[in-house]
């Protein structure tokens, strides 16, 4: 079983901080993905890095892929309220035909005006 | 266009009873997802559709836990003589392809009393 370990479990900070979440795991996927999800509604997909050691920006977070493809982290600048949310990680295992994904058990992050 | 939906968005039921989940997949989409996602945490991923058929049930928790799919649209997860355990948010995902990203509904929280 492939398990996927996210930390910190909860993260309260105030607003302009920066924060650091981090997804390990002791299997290698063939990609990562990180999802946002606010109460009520399903998550939704913030950004897939797929090849080891890559660096992707969104404005304000950055995304890393370990370079054995085992661990991944979110990074966020200057957090604002409206970042407050449910962050999840996601494994995708290799070697199947479909994107089965293995979750870790999220982040949540509220942040204080 | 429209986005995955699931009704109903609640359901309240008594342990015992049979209780029927629904999704309706993005139109086009040919792989169609199932999740388990209990207060606050990740989610759990349960049965994979390709078409109208199956090839990954492999995280349906018991025999109590079914899913079908028609015409390769609705799908319907059915789950007899639940029990209190069994509360939880059912999340559907779609994808256009087995491998592609996929887009998840509201979600149908259960509560069994």
């Known amino acids: 079983t492939q398990l996927l370990e996210q930390s910190p479990q909860f993260l309260s900070i105030q607003e302009g901080e920066n924060l650091t979440v981090y997804c390990n795991s002791s299997s290698v996927f063939s990609s990562l993905q990180w999802y946002r999800q606010e109460p009520g509604e399903g998550p939704v997909l913030l950004v897939t890095?797929?090849?080891?050691?890559e660096v992707k920006k969104l404005k304000r977070l950055t995304f890393q892929f370990g370079d054995a493809r085992k661990d991944s982290s979110l990074h966020i600048t200057a957090a604002q309220p409206g970042d407050t949310g449910l962050y999840l990680c996601?494994?995708?295992?290799?070697?199947?035909?479909?994107?089965?994904?293995?979750f870790g058990q999220g982040t949540i992050l509220t942040v204080h005006p | 266009g429209a986005g995955v939906s699931q009704s109903p968005s609640n359901k309240v039921t008594e342990k015992g009873k049979d209780v029927e989940l629904r999704c309706d997949p993005i139109?086009?989409?040919?792989?169609l997802y199932w999740y388990r996602q209990s207060l606050g945490q990740g989610l759990e991923f349960l049965i994979y559709?390709?078409?109208?058929?199956?090839?990954?049930k492999s995280g349906l928790p018991s025999d109590r836990f079914s899913a079908e799919r028609t015409g390769g649209s609705v799908s319907t997860l059915t789950i007899q003589r639940t029990q209190q355990e069994d509360s939880a948010v059912y999340l559907c995902a779609s994808s256009k392809m087995g491998t592609d990203t996929q887009y998840f509904g509201p979600g149908t929280r259960l509560t069994v009393l």
């Open positions: 890095v797929v090849t080891g050691g």
């Open positions: 559709f390709q078409g109208n058929s199956a090839p990954d």
């Open positions: 996601a494994g995708e295992t290799g070697g199947t035909s479909y994107g089965k994904l293995t």
């Open positions: 139109s086009g989409h040919t792989a």
